[in-house]
């Protein structure tokens, strides 16, 4: 079985401060991580995936996450918050071999205050 | 590239009607995800095919609900009669290895 908890419903930040998100994880097969964005009324889209390969991972936005087996942790990141940053945020755990569905956290809103 | 493709983006029906989702997958995705969303809440799992096999249907509601994925592409997602509790984002997604790339949704409100 997998699982996905994320920490926070709601994170606040100011513009040009740092953005951390947290996520963390329950699988009983290696996992393969993501985290995609949902800004209103629009699709989701990914930001980043981890799949077994380096455990920092870069996306888009410059956005990164950290896969941490010891903690069973995937946290996102961005060094310097931007207003465009401001959405809803969903951490992902799937098998890393495929054949499973992703499986979502409950998401975490990030406002960006100017 | 095309992405995922939903339609309508949006429907209202009164409870007790019917209505149906429709989604055309990214070309050579043998992988096609419905997923439901509520408001404020993450995406669940309805169904997923692989081709046009139904693999993974166990929190489909069965009683109301029904898919259909003809020849492996386009799929279809019925809902008969609607409930008030079905109002929700309905998302498509298909994927061809382990990321999936996902529609923009049919939002569905039930009068």
Not at chain 2, 29 to 45: A, S
Request: net charge neutral; with cysteine.
């Amino acid at each position: 079985a997998q699982s996905v908890t994320q920490l926070d419903s709601h994170v606040s930040v100011s513009e040009g401060t740092p953005v951390l998100l947290r996520c963390n994880y329950s699988s009983s097969y290696s996992p393969s991580l993501f985290w995609y964005v949902q800004h209103p009324n629009k699709g989701l889209q990914l930001l980043l995936k981890y799949t077994s390969a380096a455990t920092l991972v870069k996306g888009i936005n410059g956005f990164e996450a950290e896969f941490k087996k010891s903690e069973t942790s995937f946290h996102l990141t961005k060094p310097s918050a931007h207003m465009s940053d401001a959405a809803e945020y969903f951490c992902v755990v799937s098998r890393s071999s495929g054949n499973t569905p992703l499986v979502f956290g409950k998401g975490t809103r990030l406002s960006v205050i100017a | 590239e095309a992405g995922v493709v939903q339609s309508p983006r949006y429907k209202i029906i009164e409870k007790k009607q019917p209505v149906a989702f429709w989604c055309n997958p990214i070309s050579g995705h043998n992988t096609l995800y419905w997923y439901r969303q509520n408001l404020g809440q993450g995406p669940e799992l309805l169904i997923r095919y692989e081709n046009e096999e139904a693999v993974d249907d166990s929190q489909l509601p069965k009683d109301r609900f029904s898919a259909e994925r003809l020849k492996g592409v386009d799929s279809t997602l019925k809902i008969q009669p609607a409930e008030l509790g079905d109002s929700a984002v309905y998302l498509c997604a298909s994927s061809a290895q382990v990321e999936a790339f996902f529609g923009q949704g049919t939002r569905l409100t039930v009068v």
